[in-house]
């Protein structure tokens, strides 16, 4: 590790002012999203599907080891087709309500707080199983396309989905 990462070891000493550090980081680099996948063999022929992750340089793996030690669940992976890219993934759903969600509910992200608060929504959402009948999956869809620039980087557009639902 290079001793001049911002003194990333000297903070990494300091528990406070680490979750602080990561959290801004995490602002930054992270990403909350629900894909929407189709699938045949489901209820309405489409799943909603939560993940959390951060992605960053390969040579900055320390600080995805470090957001993976801090919340204590998840993994770091390759970029598909860019070796030098790695991703923080979180997408058990489980990991997602005991840790990622408990985490970000203590310590409040500023820019990525509306999109948290749907991922959230989404999430506990599925848990509670809304999910299975046909109003609920609509409701939970429409707060997911509300999420990260309203949807505008979707392949599917709502209508389209609730169209081809079963």
Request: hydrophobic share 40%; proline share 2%.
């Amino acid at each position: 590790m290079k001793e001049d990462i911002s003194g990333l070891s000297k903070l990494l000493k300091k528990r406070n002012r680490l979750r602080q550090y990561l959290l801004g980081f995490i602002d930054a680099e992270g990403c909350f999203s629900i894909s929407l996948k189709k699938q045949k063999d489901t209820r309405f022929g489409w799943v909603l599907d939560p993940i959390f992750q951060v992605t960053q340089h390969a040579t900055n793996k320390i600080i995805l080891e470090q957001i993976k030690n801090e919340l204590s669940c998840g993994r770091i992976i390759e970029k598909p087709g860019q070796q030098d890219t790695l991703i923080y993934v979180v997408d058990n759903r489980r990991q997602l309500i005991e840790k990622v969600i408990p985490f970000f509910n203590k310590y409040q992200l500023v820019v990525k707080f509306a999109d948290f608060e749907r991922f959230k929504q989404v999430v506990l959402g599925l848990e509670t199983k809304e999910h299975k009948n046909k109003n609920g999956f609509i409701k939970l869809m429409e707060i997911a396309f509300d999420m990260n620039l309203k949807g505008k980087q979707r392949k599917h557009k709502i209508e389209e989905i609730v169209r081809t639902m079963k």
